[in-house]
T-cell receptor
Framework: DAKTTQPNSMESNEEEPVHLPCNHSTISGTDYIHWYRQLPSQGPEYVIHGLTSNVNNRMASLAIAEDRKSSTLILHRATLRDAAVYYCILRGQTDSWGKFQFGAGTQVVVTP | SQTIHQWPATLVQPVGSPLSLECTVEGTSNPNLYWYRQAAGRGLQLLFYSVGIGQISSEVPQNLSASRPQDRQFILSSKKLLLSDSGFYLC?????????????FGNGTRLTVT
């Protein structure tokens, strides 16, 4: 399975943008990049996903490098409710049975 | 719309007792189903996944087992719990077809083995 690497933690001030990096140097051409976040004592929730082009939705933006070996999740204006663990994972045809493998993620701390 | 139900929300069980956690999905057919476990302060560990009734694949050898008696029902069981089984158990589903299909999680069961 293709692996991802994320920083352990990041801090941001409220109402400032947050850029969360993810490295996936062994990504294959058919792997989708998915992002999830987990608030304390809750199950993870889907944030965004993409294949090659940058993606935007109401929660965040996903910027994918041209060589697809890295991506960045962008929270445009951090709020206290964005404090969570953010997971970057790959899902592709090499993953038998369609399974999702989560790494340790990035703990985002938002300071008022 | 699709929903996922997981119960109970919290559970305290003594060592050596049996376990049964249930998860059901509504509003979709033939989903992929998953059981994850999260120890305190740790990441998510995939335990089992299933692509159909009676089809279970295990990721980590342990004293837990899973069953899928119906299309949208996924059960996690143990005959004898260990202290190390404590954790936050999460059920999730995704559509079988399409690599761009996201994963949807339940609210989890917090299990404490005493």
């Amino acid at each position: 399975d293709a692996k991802t690497t994320q920083p352990n933690s990041m801090e941001s001030n409220e109402e400032e943008p947050v850029h969360l990096p993810c490295n996936h140097s062994t990504i294959s051409g058919t792997d989708y990049i998915h992002w999830y976040r987990q608030l304390p004592s809750q199950g993870p929730e889907y944030v965004i996903h993409g294949l090659t082009s940058n993606v935007n939705n109401r929660m965040a933006s996903l910027a994918i490098a041209e060589d697809r070996k890295s991506s960045t999740l962008i929270l445009h204006r951090a709020t206290l409710r964005d404090a969570a663990v953010y997971y970057c994972i790959l899902r592709g045809q090499t993953d038998s049975w369609g399974k999702f493998q989560f790494g340790a993620g990035t703990q985002v701390v938002v300071t008022p | 719309s699709q929903t996922i139900h997981q119960w109970p929300a919290t559970l305290v069980q003594p060592v050596g007792s049996p376990l049964s956690l249930e998860c059901t999905v509504e509003g979709t057919s033939n989903p992929n189903l998953y059981w994850y476990r999260q120890a305190a302060g740790r990441g998510l560990q995939l335990l089992f996944y299933s692509v159909g009734i009676g089809q279970i694949s295990s990721e980590v050898p342990q004293n837990l087992s899973a069953s899928r008696p119906q299309d949208r029902q996924f059960i996690l069981s143990s005959k004898k719990l260990l202290l190390s089984d404590s954790g936050f158990y999460l059920c999730a589903w995704s559509l079988l077809q399409g690599l761009n299909r996201p994963l949807h999680f339940g609210n989890g069961t917090r299990l404490t083995v005493t």
